[in-house]
């Protein structure tokens, strides 16, 4: 939502998850949701984005193979998230 300039839905958004965090799921993944809900991703979720928003396919190639090494989905949760936001926002700006 940062990427693409949808800060007061991104606001939103957070001020309904926010209050949920310590009753909907774990510690770790609660900080990875305040980190995103600020735009801070890892570095391969920000390489993925900006080969995405870019399309720079070899640099999206990378940044996939980088996250399939991962031992845990976070990066894939990430991703799905990403994907949502951008398609809701291709919908919007050229329907």
């Known amino acids: 939502l940062h990427a693409v300039g949808a800060r007061e839905h991104m606001q939103l958004l957070w001020s309904k998850l926010e209050p949920c965090l310590s009753s909907a ?3 770790i993944s609660a900080a990875h949701l305040q980190c995103a809900a ?4 890892s570095a391969a ?3 993925i984005l900006g080969a995405i928003l870019s ?3 070899v640099g999206l190639r990378r940044a996939l193979e980088m996250f399939s090494r991962e031992a845990h989905t976070s990066p894939w ?3 799905a998230g990403m994907a949502t936001v951008l398609r809701a926002t291709v ?4 329907n």
């Open 77 to 79: 949760d990430g991703l």
């Open 38 to 41: 600020s735009g801070q991703l």
């Open 25 to 27: 799921t774990n510690e």
């Open 91 to 94: 919908r919007k700006r050229y």
């Open 55 to 57: 399309g720079n396919s």
């Open 45 to 47: 979720q920000h390489d």
